[in-house]
């Protein structure tokens, strides 16, 4: 979902800022720029006790009682933070019709910019919006984060800070540069700052300073990252951790663009998708593709959806890596058959409906599906069915031949796990015509098995057509 805002950070450092208003909210709001060291004044008929400190601390300026139009003339940011909405709205105009950014309290409409809960690791910030939706949302997003990230990264920037200069010099080429940072994060520097030893920390530093030289790793790697059948929050963390360190992504048409977007933001994505039949890029081509960057020195990774080993050719792609010595390593992924089944309320295996489960998969080849129908056909048993919707009515036909009953239930999960997550409940004689009668958007995945009719009892994955997950 497109929010209509851009998070940015405006340099505040002696700006002249001007707050309307004399409340408790004001004075929130003159405490937030303050810290921001801004420059500020405060026009308002009465003020609270915490602002009429600050006044005589000399930290703010009170101009005087009651607002007029010039007032905003000399200011580079303006929040209106008075309980007279019609003052509100005069001010918002009169600072837009200047192009001076303008806020008021608890009124989107007339702000042209919002203020984010902050998490505040001086010189680390993190500021979390909801774009005005729910700023009690974005408060108790900001509690979780607090405990999460330790004070010391305030002090871990700084160092950094003090250091950038120096790196730049000694490692004038960008990835070089990224690579010692992040050997420096991930390290010991690093752990012996959290741990209150800022004095070593900073030797240890200097120490390693002297001893990297600039040297390009010779050869990069490859990770092939399962990354689930769509939702991002079912990624694994070493999945993630790589993707954010990597240079190129190399990604396909099953990888939604939210997980895309979690990759390191510089890195190059490269689209290397196939429709059915209609090859944008051959296997080979991004075999080779991967080999050459890899050689470059590039961390390359592959996104493949769902598990790279469950009819992912992921044993093809590395086959050449290997053959060619790339280091490679191969990322498992929560596969279709697991996170549609658990996002649908269908258990794969029962203690009473099912002792084994098969996955196959229904892909055609010269219009006829070869598979061991015989093997397929048996009781207590599930069966999931990978690519299987052009070929569904065949398969349902040939179980049926092969012993199944007419009336085994049988489900088809269409974009399983994401917010347009539809499940269509049938079985071995009806699924076929249920399917052909509604459109139908892949991905696409088929179970077939009693362990179907949990469904109706097991069912907890309700997602809300308005919203993404
Ligand atoms: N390696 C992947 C499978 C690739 S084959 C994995 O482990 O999941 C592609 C097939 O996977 C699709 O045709 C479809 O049958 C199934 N699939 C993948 N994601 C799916 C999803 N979100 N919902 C339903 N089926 C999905």
């Not at 005589?56 to 101009?63: H, N």
């Not at 399962?226 to 070493?238: A, N």
């Not at 790279?308 to 490679?328: H, K, N, S």
Request: glycine content about 8%; charged content about 25%; hydrophobic content about 40%.
């Amino acid at each position: 979902m497109r929010n209509g805002h851009l998070p940015i950070f405006i340099k505040t450092h002696g700006q002249p800022c001007l707050v309307i208003g004399g409340g408790d909210v004001a004075l929130r709001k003159i405490r937030t720029l303050l810290k921001a060291q801004a420059n500020v004044s405060v026009v308002a008929p009465q003020l609270c006790e915490g602002l009429r400190e600050l006044v005589v601390q000399d930290k703010i300026q009170y101009l005087q009682e009651s607002f007029t139009d010039d007032d905003i003339s000399d200011f580079r940011l303006v929040i209106a933070a008075t309980n007279d909405e019609e003052l509100n709205k005069r001010i918002s105009r009169l600072a837009q019709a200047r192009n001076i950014p303008v806020n008021v309290v608890d009124n989107p409409e007339l702000c042209t910019f919002i203020m984010p809960s902050v998490i505040d690791r001086a010189p680390v910030q993190i500021a979390i919006s909801t774009g005005g939706h729910s700023p009690v949302l974005a408060r108790l997003l900001r509690a979780r984060l607090e405990t999460l990230i330790p004070s010391s990264y305030g002090r871990l920037a700084k160092l950094m800070g003090e250091f950038r200069e120096k790196a730049r010099q000694k490692f004038p080429d960008f990835h070089d540069r990224r690579h010692f940072w992040e050997s420096i994060l991930q390290g010991p520097v690093a752990e012996m700052l959290f741990s209150g030893q800022e004095q070593a920390a900073r030797k240890q530093l200097e120490e390693t300073f002297q001893r990297e030289t600039a040297r390009k790793p010779t050869i990069g790697d490859v990770a092939l990252i399962g990354c689930g059948p769509g939702d991002p929050d079912l990624l694994t963390f070493r999945a993630l951790r790589l993707m954010q360190q990597a240079d190129v992504i190399l990604y396909d048409r099953l990888i939604p663009e939210r997980i895309i977007d979690l990759a390191r933001k510089d890195a190059e994505r490269i689209y290397v998708g196939k429709k059915r039949s209609q090859h944008t890029l051959p296997q080979e081509g991004i075999n080779e593709l991967m080999v050459r960057l890899a050689k470059e020195g590039k961390r390359v990774v592959r996104l493949k959806g769902g598990d790279p080993f469950i009819f992912g050719r992921g044993g093809e792609e590395i086959e050449t890596l290997a053959a060619q010595g790339v280091p490679f390593q191969v990322v498992p992924g929560i596969t279709a058959a697991s996170g549609c089944a658990s996002y649908a309320g269908i258990p794969l295996t029962h203690r009473n409906y099912a002792q084994s489960c098969i996955f196959i998969t229904g892909h055609l080849k010269d219009g006829s599906i070869d598979l061991d129908w015989e093997a397929l056909a048996r009781e207590n048993q599930t069966i999931v069915i990978y690519m299987g919707l052009l070929g569904l009515r065949m398969i349902c036909e040939q179980l049926i031949a092969h012993g199944l009953r007419h009336s085994m239930p049988a489900a088809l999960i269409e974009r399983g796990t994401t917010s347009e997550q539809k499940i269509l409940i049938g079985n071995l004689e009806t699924l076929p015509d249920l399917a052909e009668k509604r459109k139908i958007t892949p991905p696409t995945l088929i179970i077939i098995g009693e362990v179907v009719t949990l469904h109706q009892k097991l069912n907890w994955f309700h997602p809300d057509q308005n919203k993404s997950i």
